[in-house]
């Protein structure tokens, strides 16, 4: 069955599809940074609900 299916692949290469999956989470978040001496840091950062955001891209 394997060696079929190779074959199969061999003789139609236009026919693969490569996919590359990633992911995000939002606890991924920095928690401290650094600032110039005498200035506030500023950054936004998610707040309550926290959240996987998966990225799939197709390579054909």
Same mark, same amino acid.
């Given at each position: 069955?394997?060696? /079929? !299916? =190779?074959? !199969?692949?061999? /003789? =139609?290469?236009?026919?693969?599809? +490569?996919?590359? /999956? @990633?992911?995000?989470? @939002?606890?991924? @978040?920095?928690?401290? &940074?650094? %600032? !110039? $001496?005498? =200035?506030?840091?500023?950054? %936004?950062?998610?707040? &309550?609900?926290? $959240? @996987? =955001?998966?990225?799939? $891209?197709? +390579? %054909?």
């Amino acid at each position: 069955m394997r060696d /079929e !299916r =190779q074959a !199969r692949m061999r /003789e =139609q290469p236009h026919r693969l599809v +490569f996919l590359d /999956e @990633t992911y995000v989470n @939002t606890k991924m @978040t920095r928690l401290r &940074g650094h %600032s !110039r $001496k005498g =200035q506030r840091l500023r950054m %936004s950062a998610p707040f &309550g609900h926290w $959240k @996987t =955001q998966t990225f799939l $891209k197709v +390579f %054909s």
